[in-house]
Nanobody, 123 residues
Framework: VPLVESGGGLVQPGGSLRLSCAAS????????MGWARQEPEKGFDWIAG???????YYADSVKGRFTISRNNAKNTVYLQMNSLNPEDTAVYYC??????????????????WGKGTLVTVSS
């Protein structure tokens, strides 16, 4: 499986979680990797991306609370999520891409997707 997410779970409001995404095979060395989420009965949000030059993208909804990072030696991308609130409850997906695109806020066509990990923020 090219992308495998982990680290989801149940957390109280105000708490933190760190998601991990392990890349393998065709996703190794991707120019862009990122996280998106599917909220219950809501749309699909592109929330954070990181690029081969080290630059990052954040959606306004998570800016200042979430941090995306990349460990190339471990072929892993992380999403540190702080100050979580119930509106952050969603299935979080990791994605990777190599081709530039204007079809989404990441600026890349995300060719590979993980199966997702559920984050539930609730007291």
């Amino acid at each position: 499986v090219p992308l495998v997410e982990s680290g989801g779970g149940l957390v109280q409001p105000g708490g933190s979680l760190r998601l991990s995404c392990a890349a393998s095979g065709p996703t190794l060395g991707s120019d862009a990797m990122g996280w998106a989420r599917q909220e219950p009965e809501k749309g699909f949000d592109w929330i954070a991306g990181i690029y081969s030059n080290g630059s990052t993208y954040y959606a306004d909804s998570v800016k200042g609370r979430f941090t995306i990072s990349r460990n190339n030696a471990k072929n892993t991308v992380y999403l540190q999520m702080n100050s979580l609130n119930p509106e952050d409850t969603a299935v979080y997906y990791c994605a990777s891409g190599r081709r530039r695109s204007t079809s989404n806020p990441f600026g890349y066509a995300m060719d590979y997707w993980g199966k997702g990990t559920l984050v539930t923020v609730s007291s």
